[in-house]
Structure formats: C-alpha cells, structure tokens
C-alpha cells in the first residue's frame, strides 16, 4: 500500500467514524454525557479528516485535477469554519464579543475568498459543482460577516451558533459518503452512478441541512429573545 493509498484509507475511515458519532450526537438528550462523548468524537474523527484532505490537495493538482484539488480544499475551509465555530462557541458562550473576535473575522475571510476562488475556478472550467457549492461558502461568511457587525442579541446565541455549526458539518459527511465513498464503491462494482444522480447526492444534504438548521431556529428563536 503506497503513502497514498494509506492516507485515502485513514481519510475514509475518519469518515466513517464522523458519520456514525454524529447521529449519535444528533438523536442523544442534548447536553448529556452521550451527547457530549459522540461531540468529542466526531470533532476529532472531522479533525482526522481534514488532516488526511490538506495533502491531497497538491497531489490532484500534481496530476493536472485542478477542479477537484480546488473543491477539495473549499471543502477543508467549510469544514475548518464549521469546527471552530461548533467547539468554541461553547467554550465562549459566556462572552459573545470574546468569540467575533480575531480568529471569527479571519474564519469569515476565509469563507468568502474560498468561496470567491472556487466560483471563479468554476466559471472557467465550465463545472457546476464547483459553481453550485461556492453559495455555500458565501452564505455562511455572509452571515457570519453580519453577525460580526451585528452581534446577536441573545442569552443563549452560543446554541444557534453551535447547532448551525454542527448540522452543516453533518451535511458534509453525508455528501462525502453519498457523493464519494457509496459513488467509488458503485463504480468499482460497475455501477457508476449517472451524472444528475451525482448532483442530487452532492446537493440534497445541503438542502436537509438548511430545512433542519430552519427548523431547529424556530425552536429555539423564542428562548434566544433577551427581555
């Protein structure tokens, strides 16, 4: 087994991991310790995964797969934005200005220049994936540039911050197994799966994530008023 296909094999089983341990999280009674044992795991399963992304990046650019090495590395600064934002607007939840500070605005920029490259990227090659998943990354930095400017006016908006956080990072593994890993098992099998097929499997997570994300807002809005 090459470096390579070591580091594909650590990739995907991080995935796995992160899969698992976010319905785990997902379906446990919030704040309590199952909760918070799948959280941990499934932040350093994501850990994993971008650990094992940031190297192949330069090899599909080595091997002229400019679309996908620029799709991969948006999607390690989508995931990066969701980490950071999901792990410590629990340990800043005590102090909202603490948390947009520095580091929130840089997650912010980062967001909108990737997003910004990838668009540009995509209307170059032609490629609508790319053109797609680049309102992704510019809806996210867009709110986080207004709540940068805007603070929430919430006792509790660690927890909007928190469960947004964590929904998107679930969207995107499912789009990793469902976009990726069921696609490269399909075509080994020789099964490939049709290119409009492709595209609902990459973009069907994002729209459960917006409707859940939706739904877990209007849940919550009422508790997060101040008197």
Do not use: C
């Not at 090659?125 to 309102?135: H, I, R, V, Y």
């Amino acid at each position: 087994m090459t470096a390579y296909q070591t580091l594909v094999t650590v990739h995907g089983a991080a995935g796995t991991v992160a899969l698992g341990a976010f319905w785990v999280a997902a379906l446990a009674a919030k704040g309590r310790p199952v909760h918070r044992g799948a959280g941990k795991v499934f932040f350093v399963a994501m850990l994993a995964i971008v650990a094992t992304s940031i190297p192949m990046v330069p090899t599909f650019v080595a091997r002229g797969m400019h679309g996908i090495a620029t799709f991969l590395g948006y999607l390690v600064v989508l995931v990066v934005a969701g980490l950071w934002t999901g792990w410590f607007s629990l340990r800043r939840k005590g102090d909202q200005s603490l948390f947009r500070g520095t580091a929130y605005r840089a997650v912010t920029v980062a967001l909108l220049v990737s997003s910004t490259v990838t668009l540009g990227v995509g209307i170059a090659m032609g490629n609508a994936l790319l053109m797609g998943f680049s309102s992704v990354g510019f809806l996210s930095g867009a709110q986080m540039l207004w709540r940068w400017l805007r603070p929430m006016d919430a006792r509790n908006w660690w927890l909007q911050e928190h469960y947004g956080a964590m929904v998107g990072l679930g969207a995107a593994t499912h789009i990793a197994f469902l976009g990726i890993g069921l696609n490269s098992l399909l075509r080994a099998a020789g099964m490939p799966i049709p290119p409009q097929l492709q595209l609902f499997a990459w973009f069907t997570p994002v729209v459960v994530a917006i409707i859940a994300a939706t739904l877990l807002d209007r849940r919550h809005k009422p508790r997060m008023r101040l008197a």
